[in-house]
């Protein structure tokens, strides 16, 4: 594997391998240790368009506990010329013999344009609408390790898909991995025909949530309601956000995620988010680390066999 | 200029293909039959298995000149029709500045002229400056050349504006020309609304957004009884909307280009924005009813629907990516290609890059006739090349059929008697 553009390519033989090595890495970073001598000497760059303090941490987390010497460049897109950017950007970053890339982008594809036109492994980090692949592989490894398996799980991933990349990736692993995965949001936030992408389509929670092991609340931003999409954050909170009520319609031992950051009582409920014995959510955080860690860690190493 | 004789050629006539010969005299079809003998002096071109057409009328391109000469100028233009076989052109009026003034129509037609080589015919601006906002003097641009009137690729989208437009024409016995998208449920988008857009996280355009202002503007065309035209027609719903209007005698006509019948959406895949175009392509079941509607004669013209880019607006995130194709030098080829498939017949689609278009446009081209200009394409049907990004004629290389292997092949281009390819 030469980049991580999404989790569309992959295949359930990589994505395992690339789970246990993540494994390894949870016990290496419980332990306090680090592996500083794995990337020793590569140049790993946080390429970020859009704003993002999460991912962009754990990235520079990851690269550095494997040894890594790590730069993030911001780069506002309003403040350069349209067009220009990504690819003077490549040019700019191959000159710079950067060994990895990681690349968030508000443009659906722009990762895999600049992987077309650079020297580095590039990784996604997000990119619009399409894929957000390492939080799909985190949430993987985060369900694995509560419920003891990533397959044969009913799994309900609830607001708004449409304009969700973490949906996306993880709706593509998760049916890959043999769940049963199911959107839960009302029509407006359902995009077009994705029920051929292998899900169910809900519009009810208590429907939707019936029967789930795991149920992940997607973050809904304030411009949804602006553009019609959704009446209010209350109306939404109403029917769709994730409160204790509405978890009760699912499976007893159901666990909650979400990718952060939150907007609480829009779709998710403060009681519900931090409730210790189902939230999964901080455990998210420490699983992203480790995964980011084990996407460096096989790219740096080269093509992955299966 | 020397007169030239075809021999052993087969003759695209109006009533239909025969094995036969054709005589170009002082820049004019002279004579064509069976048998002409042979005048002393011509050059004599004997092309067996070849098919001499009257020269393909293209009824919509954009061209880079006036204002984006970085992606073609009209000289390079010209250059790519040649090569196609393409002898005239309706030239759409978006460009930089927009043709809403009478010494712009004519400045259109004259450098036409100068390139010796291809006719062009210039639409003019619909709204001024292709706005949107106020009507354009259609009779004063018509006076001037205008052929119809049309804001390019933008929809007109407002339906008191377009009820106006085809009213206000119609007094002057012009065509409003649509781009049959409809600009709100099409804002932002940048792929057909479905599985595929929504695998790739891309803003949707629902196929609806066509259908809708086909039927509004089919309406508006019947209330005003003025002439509606559909650029690029590229869904199975629009083209039964069509189909109906023109059973009921409205005044609708309709083109496609290549792309809706040659590619579907798949082709978008890996975020090839080469295959990104406006409106954009379609599931394979609307391709095939483009196909249909091309057979049962419900679609009027293929029209290359050629858009020059330069590789700085194509190498883009997809959604930011300009859309449109070249399209001049690979219309007959690909057209050509649902010859070979079984699709439809070489009769039918000849009738659709030469007499449809020129019926439409109301000229005098088209059609072998003696005493016509000698716009002339001469193909060989099976000859086959490779189309190759970088390396077609013109100066745009902007192709969606970069690496297609296609048959049939233009060997020579005559425009009023003097060859201007091969």
Redesign the interface.
């Known amino acids: 594997m030469r980049h991580l553009l999404g989790i569309?390519g992959l295949n359930p033989v990589a994505v395992t391998a690339m789970l246990d090595l993540a494994e390894n890495y949870v016990l290496l970073n419980r332990s306090g240790k680090t592996q500083r001598d794995l990337l020793r000497g590569r140049t790993l760059i946080n390429l970020f368009f859009e704003d993002s303090t999460r991912t962009r941490t754990s990235f520079e987390l990851a690269g550095k506990r494997l040894g890594a010497d790590v730069i993030n460049m911001s780069v506002a897109t309003s403040s350069v010329a349209?067009?220009e950017t990504?690819?003077d950007t490549a040019a700019t970053l191959n000159a710079m013999n950067c060994d990895l890339l990681v690349v968030r982008?508000n443009?659906?594809?722009?990762p895999?344009?600049l992987a077309q036109k650079v020297q580095a492994a590039v990784i996604n980090a997000g990119?619009?609408?399409?894929?957000h692949p390492t939080q799909a592989l985190l949430d993987a490894l985060t369900i694995r390790r509560h419920k003891g398996r990533i397959d044969g799980l009913t799994i309900a991933i609830c607001g708004d898909i449409a304009h969700s990349?973490v949906a996306?990736s993880n709706l593509l692993l998760l049916t890959m991995l043999g769940n049963q995965v199911r959107v839960i949001g009302p029509p407006t936030l359902i995009?077009?025909?994705?029920g051929?992408?292998g899900v169910t389509v809900y519009h009810d929670m208590q429907e939707g949530l019936a029967g789930a092991d795991i149920v992940m609340a997607l973050r809904l931003q304030k411009e949804r309601m602006s553009k019609g999409l959704v009446p209010s954050a209350r109306e939404f909170f109403a029917f769709h956000g994730l409160s204790a009520e509405k978890l009760a319609f699912a499976k007893p031992d159901a666990l909650v995620m979400h990718p952060g950051p939150m907007n609480r009582g829009v779709e998710i409920d403060s009681a519900v988010a931090d409730d210790p014995l189902r939230s999964l959510i901080k455990e998210q955080v420490e699983m992203g680390v480790a995964v980011r860690m084990a996407v460096l860690d096989t790219l740096a190493r080269g093509p992955i066999i299966g | 200029m020397a007169d030239v004789l075809f021999r052993k050629v087969t003759l695209a006539a109006p009533d239909g293909l025969v094995a036969g010969e054709l005589l170009i005299q002082d820049g004019k079809i002279a004579d064509f039959g069976t048998s002409l003998g042979t005048p002393e002096g011509v050059e004599i071109i004997e092309a067996e298995g070849a098919i001499l057409a009257p020269g393909l009328v293209d009824m919509r391109a954009s061209l880079g000149e006036p204002g984006y000469e970085y992606r073609e100028t009209i000289a390079s233009a010209a250059q790519a029709a040649a090569a196609g076989g393409i002898t005239t052109i309706a030239v759409l009026p978006d460009s930089k500045p927009a043709i809403d003034d009478p010494a712009l129509v004519r400045l259109i037609a004259s450098r036409g002229e100068e390139t010796g080589s291809v006719t062009l015919l210039p639409y003019a601006a619909a709204t001024r400056g292709c706005q949107g906002q106020e009507l354009a003097e259609y009779g004063l641009l018509k006076a001037a050349g205008a052929v119809a009137f049309t804001d390019g690729a933008k929809a007109i989208g407002s339906a008191r504006l377009m009820r106006r437009a085809l009213s206000y024409a119609s007094g002057f016995g012009a065509k409003i020309l649509q781009h049959p998208e409809d600009p709100e449920l099409s804002e932002g988008g940048s792929a057909t609304?479905?599985?595929r857009?929504?695998?790739?996280?891309?803003?949707?355009i629902?196929a609806a957004a066509e259908a809708i202002l086909v039927a509004r503007d089919i309406r508006l065309a019947e209330l005003t009884g003025g002439a509606v035209h559909f650029a690029h027609i590229s869904t199975g719903e629009a083209c039964a909307l069509i189909r109906q209007a023109k059973d009921r005698g409205l005044n609708v006509t309709c083109d496609t280009a290549p792309p809706y019948f040659d590619l579907n959406e798949t082709a978008i895949g890996?975020?090839r924005t080469y295959a990104k175009f406006s409106p954009p392509l379609r599931a394979d079941a609307d391709r095939l009813a483009i196909l249909a509607a091309l057979a049962d004669g419900t679609i009027d013209a293929i029209a290359s629907d050629h858009q020059p880019r330069d590789a700085?607006?194509k190498?883009?995130?997809?959604?930011?990516a300009a859309p449109g194709g070249a399209g001049l030098a690979t219309l007959l080829a690909v057209s050509l290609a649902q010859v070979h498939a079984g699709q439809l017949t070489l009769a039918q689609v000849l009738a659709l890059l030469t007499a449809g278009p020129a019926r439409f446009l109301g000229i005098d081209a088209g059609v072998l006739r003696k005493g016509a200009a000698a716009d002339l394409c001469l193909f060989d049907p099976h000859l086959s090349w490779l189309v190759e990004a970088g390396k077609l004629p013109g100066k745009a290389q902007n192709t969606p059929f970069d690496g297609r292997a296609l048959e049939g092949k233009v060997i020579g281009t005559w425009k009023a008697g003097r060859r201007v390819f091969g």
């Open positions: 569309e349209k067009g990504l690819l982008h443009q659906s594809g722009a895999a344009l990119d619009g609408m399409h894929e990349r996306r995009p077009a025909e994705i051929a992408l | 609304e479905g599985a857009a929504t695998l790739m996280g891309l803003p949707g629902p890996d975020f700085d607006d190498r883009l995130p997809f959604a930011e």
